[in-house]
C-alpha cells in the first residue's frame, strides 16, 4: 500500500524509512533508523527526482505507481550515484521502458559501473546552468563535485524554489510521520543527528561545501528536499548557518570534550579530576567520553561541535591505546581544523602517547596546544594536583572572549 505524501503543486515525496538498519554504509550507528527520500513531479511532463536503496524497494515502488495513477514515468533526474539512491534504477526501467534519465557526464560513466544497459541511448546530459523544463515547472542543474562523490549535483526547481540537494543538508533518523523539519524539535531532538552525518559523511569536504553554499546563496531557496532527513520549508536559515560552521571548521560552541582511553581506570581518574576543576572554575556543559564506550561517530561530531577538545590516553604497547588511535585516524580523516587542544599521556614505564597524538593531528590546520602535556606514570599522585590545576587555568583562559 502506497505512504506517499504531496509537498507542493505537483510535487510527492516518495521515499521510505528503513528502521531495521544498525549500521549506515556499514558503519555508522543509526539507532534512529534512516529515511531514504525520493521525489516524483507530476507536470506535462513526470519527472523523478533520485531513487532509494534496495532495502525499501518495494513501498518505493508503490508510492510511484499510486501518484502516477496510470501514467507513465517519463524522467528519472539522478542527482547522486551512491548505491542508496541509486539502487532501484534498473527495476524503474523495467517498469518504464522508455524512461530517460538526466545526468551529467561523471554520472553516466558511474551508471555504468553499477548497471549494464545502454545508459548511453537513455541519457539526457545536463551541465551547470542548464534548463529542462517539466510543463509549469523548470529544472535547473549545479554541479557539486565531492559533496559526497564526485558525480554529484543538485537540482533546483525554478518556479516554486525548491532546493533537491542530494546528500547535503541531510540527517540520519527514519520519518515518523512528520514529514518537515517544522514539525520536530530539532534542537531538542535531531541536532546531533544532524552534526553526525554532516561531519562522518560529508565533513571532509569543506571546501566543496563551502563552493556549494556559495552557488545556494544565489538562489531564492523556499525549500529544501534532501535525500535522508527532514524537508525544509521553514526557518532554513538555521540549517544554512550550522553548514556555514562545519564546512568552514570553526566550534559551534565554545565548549570543551573530553576524550580518554583508559585501560584500568587511573587514565579516566585524571580526566575525572581536570573535569571536575574546569568545572570549580565555572565551565558549564562539559562532557566526558570513554573512547571504549562511545561509538567515534558520536566523537568525530563532538569535535565538530567544541572548541576544545582534552585528549588523554594511556600507552598501548609502545603506542596509542587502541580505541583512542582509531579515533584521532577518525578525526585526522575528517580534516578537523581550527581547535585547542589539551593532551594527557599515561605510561607505566614508557609514556608517548603524547608524543604520538601529536604526530596523527600534525598534518591539521591551525590546531593550538594548550598547556603543558600532563604525563602521568601509572596513576595520579597528589603532587599532580598542581599540574591539573595548570592545565584547568590553561583551558579556562583560553576559553574566555
Known sequence: MECARKIGEQLYWVGASDRRLALFENVYPIPKGVAYNSYLLVDEKTVLLDTVDQAVNRQFLDN???????????????NHMEPDHCAVIEELIIRYPDLKLICNAKTVAMIKQFYDFDVDERAVIVKEKDTFSCGKHTLTFVMAPMVHWPEVMVTYEMTEGILFSADAFGSFGAISGNLFADEVDIEREW???????????????????????????????KMICPLHGFIWRENIGWLLEKYQAWSSYTPEETAVALFYGSVYGNTENAVDILAAKLAERGIKNIKVYDVSVT???????????????????????????TNMENLLHEIAAHNLQNRKIAIMQNGSWAPVSGKLIEEILAPLKNIEYIGEKVTLKSSMKTGQNEEIDKLADAICASMMP
Open 191 to 221: 541536532a546531533e543527528e544532524y552534526r553526525r552525518y554532516y561531519t562522518n559523511i560529508v565533513g571532509k569536504y569543506g571546501m566543496q561545501v563551502q563552493a556549494l553554499l556559495k552557488k545556494a546563496s544565489g538562489l531564492d531557496i
Open 295 to 321: 561509538d567515534p561517530s558520536y566523537l568525530v561530531a563532538e569535535a565538530f561541535r567544541c572548541s576544545h577538545i582534552v585528549i588523554a590516553s594511556s600507552t598501548y604497547n609502545n603506542g596509542i591505546f
Open 64 to 78: 510511484i505507481k499510486a501518484v502516477l495513477n496510470g501514467r507513465t514515468l517519463d524522467y528519472l533526474v539522478v
